[in-house]
T-cell receptor, first 107, second 112 residues
Framework: KNEVEQSPQNLTAQEGEFITINCSYSVGISALHWLQQHPGGGIVSLFMLSSGKKKHGRLIATINIQEKHSSLHITASHPRDSAVYICAVRRPNDMRFGAGTRLTVKP | DTEVTQTPKHLVMGMTNKKSLKCEQHMGHRAMYWYKQKAKKPPELMFVYSYEKLSINESVPSRFSPECPNSSLLNLHLHALQPEDSALYLC???????????FGSGTRLTVV
């Protein structure tokens, strides 16, 4: 079993829909990251969370430390949100990544 | 400067070639990382440098040789690679502890 599990693996939505991506982890962490990767591109850090909830524009990330679970929400989705979203957990010496969720938002 | 800069962006090399990937950051981050990412897979850790010293080597073959000449620069020297080494190579840096990572845009390597 992977240390970081994401669901769903693939997600197709219509423009304007509310989107949720989930992440569960099984190890102790110092922080959890939500990352965005566009095709052929580098990785952009969206959020770093150690507790509670963060909001940036149309993106909201939450984490429940007791349940070892985090969610990334996108409100009013747009085709430019199409990308791979990766959950990653921060450990003392490195970061462990989930397999990613490939999101496609259709106009 | 809040970026990690990787060069080159694309590299095609033969199996007998020697080449190097370069990564640079000027944020004063003390930890720097090399990751390898195959298509549709998450990044896999290769090496970690902490305070310019190699602290983690994830059993990477010796045809990959990392080097950290100073606190801002991280190189990955490549020699006698195989076609299966073709991948996106990502560099990242961090202040350490619970601080976040800053990723470079990667070098897309093709071994022919």
């Amino acid at each position: 079993k992977n240390e970081v599990e994401q669901s769903p693996q693939n997600l197709t939505a219509q423009e304007g829909e509310f989107i949720t991506i989930n992440c569960s982890y099984s190890v102790g962490i110092s922080a959890l990251h939500w990352l965005q990767q566009h095709p052929g591109g580098g990785i952009v850090s969206l959020f770093m969370l150690s507790s509670g909830k963060k909001k940036h524009g149309r993106l909201i990330a939450t984490i429940n430390i007791q349940e070892k679970h985090s969610s990334l929400h996108i409100t009013a989705s747009h085709p430019r949100d199409s990308a791979v979203y990766i959950c990653a957990v921060r450990r003392p010496n490195d970061m462990r990544f989930g397999a990613g969720t490939r999101l496609t938002v259709k106009p | 400067d809040t970026e990690v800069t990787q060069t080159p962006k694309h590299l095609v090399m033969g199996m007998t070639n020697k080449k190097s990937l370069k990564c640079e950051q000027h944020m004063g981050h003390r930890a720097m990382y090399w990751y390898k990412q195959k298509a549709k897979k998450p990044p896999e850790l290769m090496f970690v440098y902490s305070y310019e010293k190699l602290s983690i080597n994830e059993s990477v073959p010796s045809r990959f040789s990392p080097e950290c000449p100073n606190s801002s620069l991280l190189n990955l020297h490549l020699h006698a690679l195989q076609p299966e080494d073709s991948a996106l190579y990502l560099c990242a840096s961090s202040q350490g502890g619970a601080y976040g990572y800053t990723f470079g845009s990667g070098t897309r390597l093709t071994v022919v």
